[in-house]
């Protein structure tokens, strides 16, 4: 599944191409992909026609593009699911397999293209849908000043890399949680856009293994791991993100090298680049979790009673 950098590799490449520009059309070819449109607010290939796009903007894996119109303001939110794409491609490419939507940008001075919606498993999604102001009033997320965030996003915490981040919060809910610090990263509600990838490269590099209760840990210790988290995350940025496979590539249709930099996602049964102990990959939570057992101790069971 695509998480924070694949995502933020997108709207980085979308928003040369989509600031400013008008829709001229709409091909909807799979109406499942439009699963969580706001029906009441109209039909969604009409809300577009016509309409005047804004640059991107992104929260964890949400990202969304404004839409310029008079009365409430709306935004053309998407949702990559396991394996959705957004790629831009010229007017005279026939659609490819697993196109779901297109939408014929008209950008003011340049050719046209086409904005396509490329899903192979059908866990993503495209809707129009209201924006609704911040409850911190800051910008709803990375790529605008606007205070405003699509209702469907508004219940998912910030990212690390956004400026609005609150730390001391997330660090407060995850010290009175007894839960592993792990399920701390994944829980959107705490900090969004972290997945299973950039949480094991984060561990690894706070030295901190999964299991270890957010109550047993320090604010410096919090600290640090925040610290890994947005070293791992602009490194995978600098590189394009992690591509495994073609589910996952930009706008281009370009994949990313991050994968080639991991130091223990997927590396299981080789040496730990900091202390060469054997890499193991364990159960957690019906996935997996990559780790070194000699840099990251498990947190010694307590004693009943």
Not at 38 to 66: C, I, N
Request: aromatic share 6%.
């Amino acid at each position: 599944m695509p998480e924070l950098p694949e995502v933020e590799v997108v709207r980085l490449g979308l928003e040369p191409a989509v600031a400013g520009a008008r829709v001229g059309d709409v091909e909807l070819h799979e109406p499942r992909s439009l699963r969580r449109h706001v029906r009441e607010l109209g039909d969604f290939e009409t809300l577009l026609r016509g309409a005047r796009l804004s640059a991107p903007v992104r929260r964890g894996k949400f990202l969304w593009l404004p839409i310029e119109r008079s009365g409430p303001p709306l935004a053309l939110l998407a949702h990559l699911g396991m394996s959705g794409q957004l790629l831009l491609r010229s007017v005279d490419r026939q659609a490819q397999p697993r196109t779901r939507v297109r939408i014929l940008l008209q950008p003011a001075g340049r050719p046209e293209l086409f904005l396509d919606f490329v899903d192979q498993r059908m866990f993503g999604s495209l809707a129009v849908d209201r924006l609704v102001p911040t409850d911190d009033g800051a910008p709803g997320g990375l790529g605008s000043a606007r205070p405003l965030v699509p209702a469907q996003a508004a219940h998912i915490a910030r990212d690390p890399l956004d400026p609005a981040f609150d730390e001391e919060r997330f660090i407060r809910r995850v010290r009175a949680s007894r839960s592993g610090v792990k399920r701390a990263l994944l829980d959107q509600r705490l900090v969004s856009g972290i997945g299973n990838i950039y949480a094991d490269e984060a561990l690894w590099a706070a030295g901190l293994h999964y299991e270890r209760p957010g109550s047993a840990l320090s604010r410096a210790q919090l600290l640090r791991l925040l610290t890994a988290v947005r070293e791992v995350m602009l490194r995978a940025l600098a590189e394009g993100g992690t591509s495994f496979d073609a589910q996952y590539v930009n706008v281009n249709g370009a994949s990313g090298y991050f994968s080639r930099s991991l130091t223990v996602y997927g590396r299981q049964g080789l040496p730990c680049a900091r202390c060469g102990t054997v890499l193991r990959r364990e159960p957690f939570m019906n996935r997996s979790s990559h780790l070194c057992p000699r840099c990251q101790p498990r947190p010694r069971a307590r004693r009943s009673g």
